[in-house]
């Protein structure tokens, strides 16, 4: 059971323009969210996060978005750069098996943006 | 800051052997420290938690006998993968969160281990 849904296992945008990834979730306990970036055969690298209390929080390029009541949150990416080439997951913040806080994981967006 | 180092970046071996990863967080200490593993085309798989001077806590499915876990110091955990198969040739990645915070975690290159 797939608790954090990245539904769109790719998307490819023009250099300049605006990336929008998506991301749907089913747990109402989730508290936090976090963003991540991968190239292929490295590790992931965080690159922003919305805490549940939140709807909105801006780092640069970078602007998540978050609507509770719908269980979605967005990753926006302005303007996009052919360096934002990339995997994105999306991770959910929860609590697991001996109180330990883990991250559940979407199953990632492909993005490529286009010169 | 917050950079985590694994070792070896790559590693081959035969089947039936033992290998060892290490995962040190170079500019920070990490009281818990994650290990995934990824397989080709899918989303990172939570192996284990494991929390700096106890044992490690592993998630559903994962044989505790087959990856042990080694949490022996802040900036230091080792996964072992003994006997390996070729059923056990994935993208080993580890993570550490910085002591004293609840969230953010940061990763390391990760590990292409093959077992041939």
Redesign the interface.
């Known amino acids: 059971d797939q608790q954090v849904k990245q539904n769109s296992p790719s998307l490819s945008v023009q250099e300049g323009r605006i990336s929008i990834l998506n991301c749907d979730y089913t747990n109402s306990m989730f508290d ?1 969210f ?1 963003w ?1 970036k991968k190239y292929p ?6 690159l922003i ?1 919305i805490s549940s209390i939140k709807d909105k929080n801006e780092d640069g390029r970078f602007t998540v978005f978050l609507n509770k009541s719908a269980k979605h949150l967005s990753l926006h990416i302005v303007p996009s750069q052919p360096g934002d080439s990339a995997v994105y ?1 999306c991770a959910a ?1 929860a609590l ?3 109180n ?4 559940i ?4 967006t492909s993005l490529a943006v286009n010169p | 800051g917050a950079v ?1 180092s ?1 070792h070896p970046s790559r590693v081959i071996c035969k089947s039936g052997t033992s290998v060892k990863i290490e995962c040190r967080s170079l500019d920070f200490q990490a009281t ?1 420290m ?1 290990w995934y593993r990824q397989f080709p085309k ?3 798989m ?1 192996m284990a ?1 494991s ?1 700096e001077g106890s044992k490690a ?1 592993y ?1 559903q499915g994962v044989e505790k006998d087959k990856f042990l876990i080694n949490h022996a110091s802040l900036t230091l955990s080792t996964l072992t993968v003994t006997s390996a198969h070729p059923e056990d040739s994935s ?1 080993y ?3 550490a ?1 910085v002591a004293g915070t ?9 590990t ?1 281990l093959t077992v041939t």
């Open positions: 936090y976090l991540y055969a490295e590790g992931p690298t965080f996060s997951f913040s697991g098996a001996g330990n806080r883990k991250l994981w979407g199953l990632g | 985590v694994q818990t994650f899918q989303s990172l939570l938690t929390n806590t998630e993208f990645i580890c993570s969160r609840s969230y953010e975690q940061y990763f390391g290159p990760g292409r």
